[in-house]
């Protein structure tokens, strides 16, 4: 492999404007819808030109939300600021703060429509 091991995340909804309202929440950004025929796609903001990957929420006919394998880490500064936010927002915690040692920190949280995701941090 010649680059970073990620290139692009789909985290897969059912309500699309629930979906954007809890991670816009979360992580106070704005998504940009991204043009695509047969699925509603919008985008993470993303530099392409800095670390780490773009990515979109989809709402694909046929593909359900929630019950992936699939599991993505958002970086973040403390990711227990961004945890504060989770239920407000409409998902829960699944596992609060947890010291993954010299990696620094995880957060387990189950976003608006049933999905899975992790937040890190460093402290």
């Not at 500064?77 to 504060?84: F, I, L, N, R, Y």
């Not at 409409?90 to 995701?117: M, P, Q, T």
Request: aromatic share 12%; with cysteine.
């Amino acid at each position: 492999m010649s680059s970073n091991p990620v290139g692009w995340f789909e985290i897969y909804v059912q309500d699309m404007a629930r979906a954007k309202a809890f991670y816009e929440a979360v992580f106070a950004v704005t998504f940009e819808r991204l043009n695509s025929p047969e699925i509603e796609m919008w985008a993470f903001p993303m530099d392409m030109d800095r670390y780490g990957a773009g990515g979109a929420l989809v709402r694909m006919p046929g593909v359900p939300s929630g019950g992936n394998s699939t599991l993505v880490y958002f970086s973040c500064e403390d990711c227990a600021v961004e945890a504060s936010r989770v239920a407000a927002a409409g998902g829960r915690i699944a596992r609060d703060k947890l010291s993954i040692g010299e990696y620094g920190f995880i957060v387990l949280a189950h976003d608006s429509e049933g999905n899975l995701i992790g937040l890190h941090s460093l402290r």
